[in-house]
């Protein structure tokens, strides 16, 4: 466990070495929530309730989704690909630590430096330039922070799978940024997808993407009863432990791989 | 120490087809071939040696290292290091192997050297007094301080093959692998890795086993070398013997004042262009000296030299080239 401490300090050390990546994301960021900010007042104009919420816990959702983001931004596909093409994997392996233990240590340290260098800019310019994104009601605080521990190890594991594509030796940069909006588009991170017709909903209710955005910014804005995050938190918690599972298989899988084809 | 059993590794190579049809012809029924690149290997290494493998480009051995290391796993055959099989209990057993791919860095490219270090440091769980000794061991012979603080990726190649060095050796391994650690390194930096090598061989006991294809790397460090071609094991010995061996003969270059030279009746002349020939004999039946005596009765010689078969002649004699 120490060892992988130490990674997350190296890495916060690292992280702290890219300013520039900082602010660009900040800036990006901020013209997210501007623009998103705009299009739900323009469409709650002459209305107070749109799909059981008010234009105010709309604006509190549109920063904290951004704020969301720095949280679930994860480096373990480039990473892997990466490694992968330079052919560091193998001796990586020879090393008596998990190398997947690593990259998650890698990507928890590059949060952790990004805490201060982006999420509170983002709040900060959100407040002023939209409004304070108070919680609705602040007694579902630890259900919130349970289910957002949730959504980054989903999100985490889902990246972590498309990472291991590029064992099978080919290039992923595309497909990462595929996967990438898609997700963004899927899990309601910027149209929640109460605004979608009923069927798509049910769909997409049934995919984990909406359990990495959506449920927690629901818990966050108070949209839906206490009942209603419990359960929706079980769908979650069941996402987590299935892909879970299958991370650990694929894992295991592609290390014996790695050890037959060599790296 | 390390003993190496009937090892053998293949390779499955999808075949690919030219153009789009072959293309897609690959993607739904791919055509596999099964290509051996290593053939039942045998060969016993003892603590504190340093054995070079030697061999042309694709011959197998960096598969062979590969496997010894731990990273690979054998198709047949297995790897045995202080009795421990490396495939089966690799946690264990890689805790006594460092590992130096001259061609990849295992440094933290984003990292200062020393980040790296410490890194390594607390994966290994190396404790602080071994960890200072180690380095300033280290220190003493690669002078590796004064680079400490600098972050791999501004690093030379040079520089950056002595971190990787030292980061190889930080937990005190017993047996150190090289897969061909001084290509493209300069004159300086090949003198002070030679130097290394020869050092933690000495004073720790460090097995080393090294790829090269520099033949100066072998000559200065090794005392047996495996050749390895077509992954078959071609020569397993003392350098010197299998020189001897393979090339039990030196030549003799003489320089006359004209351009007539004589013959000399027990040995064969090579080459012969200008005013120089030259005779090549037998070591155990001949000596330079008896020969230049013959010459100079029947010619008057300006100047000799002798050109002692080098570890490349045999090299190339082993290659088949």
Known sequence: ?263 | MIDVQNLSKDYILKKKEPGLKGAIKGLVMPVRTTMRAVNNLSFHIDTGEIVGFIGPNGAGKSTTIKMMSGILTPTEGRVLIDDIDISKHRKEAVKNIGVVFGQRSQLNWDLRLGESFELLKHIYQIDQKDYDRTIDDLDKILGIREIMDKPVRQMSLGQRMKGDLVAAMLHSPGVLFLDEPTIGLDVSAKYALRKFIKEINKVRKTTVILTTHDLGDIQELCERIIIINHGELMEDGNLNEIVDRIAPYKTLVVEYYDESAPEHVRCEMTEHKGNVAKYRFMKKDLTAAEIIADLSKEKTIKDVSIEETGIDDIIKIAYGT
Request: net charge positive.
């Open chain 1, 1 to 263: 466990m120490k060892k992988y401490l130490y990674v997350v300090k190296t890495q916060i050390i690292t992280s702290m070495a890219y300013e520039f990546n900082v602010y660009g994301n900040i800036i990006m960021q901020t013209i997210i929530m501007i623009t998103s900010a705009y299009f739900w007042k323009a469409l709650y104009k002459g209305r107070d309730m749109v799909g059981d919420v008010d234009a105010d816990s709309m604006l509190t959702y549109v920063i904290m989704s951004s704020v969301l983001s720095v949280l679930l931004i994860t480096n373990v596909e480039r990473r892997i690909e990466r490694s992968v093409d330079r052919g560091t994997v193998a001796t990586d392996m020879m090393k008596p630590i998990n190398i997947f233990g690593v990259y998650f240590a890698e990507d928890i340290g590059n949060i952790l430096a990004l805490f201060f260098q982006n999420m509170l800019p983002i709040i900060l310019i959100g407040s002023l330039m939209i409004k304070v994104p108070a919680m609705a009601d602040i007694r579902d605080l630890p259900l919130f922070i349970i289910s957002v521990a949730e959504s980054f190890l989903i999100n985490w594991i889902i990246a972590a799978l498309f990472g291991m594509m590029a064992f099978t030796a080919f290039n992923i940069d595309a497909l990462i940024q595929v996967k990438k909006h898609l997700l963004r588009l899927l899990s309601g991170s910027i149209i929640p997808i109460w605004f979608f017709p009923p069927a798509v909903q049910k769909v997409l209710g049934s995919l984990p993407f909406v359990y990495i955005y959506q449920l927690p910014l629901s818990i966050y804005i108070g949209r839906g009863s206490r009942a209603e995050y419990l359960s929706g938190m079980k769908i979650q918690f069941l996402w987590l432990l299935g892909l879970s599972a299958v991370f650990f298989y694929v894992q295991s899988r592609v290390v014996r791989k790695v050890m037959v084809q060599g790296g």
